[in-house]
Nanobody, 111 residues
């Protein structure tokens, strides 16, 4: 069973920043699409951003120019830098790597 470990979540005021990390086995990071999803209370899980195995990076419109995904293959880790956070970013964030999900981590943005 593949185990992905997420960290970096928590509470932040509007306008603040957080960086999420997701680490796991080398074998699934190699040549795999990596992504971050989020699920707010009462809503469906949605794709936030991904790095395709081709290297193409995409973002949902609401996070463009605020969120940045990156991947460190040497550390088997994918990151999500989140800047200028707004209350609408409050959700449980999940990493997805090569078909496997992280356990989810809470991000709360409030005054």
């Amino acid at each position: 069973q593949v185990h992905l470990v997420e960290s970096g979540g928590g509470w932040v005021q509007p306008g603040g920043s957080l960086r999420l990390s997701c680490s796991g086995p080398k074998m699934i990071f190699r040549s795999s699409t990596v992504a971050w999803y989020r699920q707010a209370p009462g809503k469906q899980r949605e794709l936030v951003t991904q790095i395709a195995d081709s290297g193409t990076i995409t973002y949902r419109d609401s996070v463009k120019d605020r969120f940045f995904i990156s991947k460190d293959n040497a550390k088997n880790t994918v990151y999500l830098q989140m800047n200028n956070l707004v209350p609408e970013d409050t959700a449980v964030y999940y990493c997805w790597v090569g078909g496997f999900w992280g356990q989810g981590i809470q991000v709360t943005v409030s005054p």
